[in-house]
T-cell receptor, first 112, second 114 residues
Framework: QQQVKQSPQSLIVQKGGISIINCAYENTAFDYFPWYQQFPGKGPALLIAIRPDVSEKKEGRFTISFNKSAKQFSLHIMDSQPGDSATYFCAASGRSNYQLIWGAGTKLIIKP | ETGVTQSPTHLIKTRGQQVTLRCSSQSGHNTVSWYQQALGQGPQFIFQYYREEENGRGNFPPRFSGLQFPNYSSELNVNALELDDSALYLC?????????????FGSGTRLTVV
């Protein structure tokens, strides 16, 4: 019940295309859903996060879509650029947790 | 304002040895969390410290221990190293105790156990 399942494991998108990464969770006590971006040799950096009281949040080219009933959330990267090439992690936490529960990551490659 | 600084960046140890990893929190952050990230996986929560006391712990054995100092810097100690301890160790500081938001991560320490 503590798992967050992320797909796909890897993704190749043409420059200018839309990158979509999906995550699913089981624990209905989760109430915070962030996405992190990690470049090689660096720690994760918060990209965007959502709470379950909204179905969508947009920040620039990055959008989180949240489906509470399906217990799924996804990251959409519009107009994907080569600089977006990185590993993306979804995560979840709740008031009873002291921690973030992380997905396994998606390695995104944007082809020029 | 500085970010989170971890040292050393890379480390090679022999099985059975002990290791200490260090973390300097972002200015003003009073909570520090440690995560282990194995190659190709998401980070796994080790523990969190708030005001020098352990505030929560993940599924790691007691040979993983930590300290937080009055200036909010922190150490992660691992005794009796095993090959499976090879990983990237991440420190995250935050202003919020408990829930995993408001984190600022360091770049990590890459530990290799041979």
């Amino acid at each position: 019940q503590q798992q967050v399942k992320q797909s796909p494991q890897s993704l190749i998108v043409q420059k200018g295309g839309i990158s979509i990464i999906n995550c699913a969770y089981e624990n209905t006590a989760f109430d915070y859903f962030p996405w992190y971006q990690q470049f090689p040799g660096k720690g994760p950096a918060l990209l965007i996060a959502i709470r379950p009281d909204v179905s969508e949040k947009k920040e620039g080219r990055f959008t989180i879509s949240f489906n509470k009933s399906a217990k799924q959330f996804s990251l959409h990267i519009m107009d994907s650029q080569p600089g977006d090439s990185a590993t993306y992690f979804c995560a979840a936490s709740g008031r009873s947790n002291y921690q973030l529960i992380w997905g396994a990551g998606t390695k995104l490659i944007i082809k020029p | 304002e500085t970010g989170v600084t971890q040292s050393p960046t890379h480390l090679i140890k022999t099985r059975g040895q002990q290791v200490t990893l260090r973390c300097s929190s972002q200015s003003g952050h009073n909570t520090v969390s440690w995560y282990q990230q194995a190659l190709g996986q998401g980070p796994q929560f080790i523990f969190q410290y708030y005001r020098e006391e352990e505030n929560g712990r993940g599924n790691f054995p007691p040979r993983f221990s930590g300290l937080q100092f009055p200036n909010y810097s922190s150490e992660l100690n691992v005794n009796a190293l095993e090959l499976d301890d090879s990983a990237l160790y991440l420190c995250a500081s935050s202003l919020v105790i408990g829930q995993g938001y408001g984190y600022t991560f360091g770049s990590g320490t890459r530990l290799t156990v041979v």
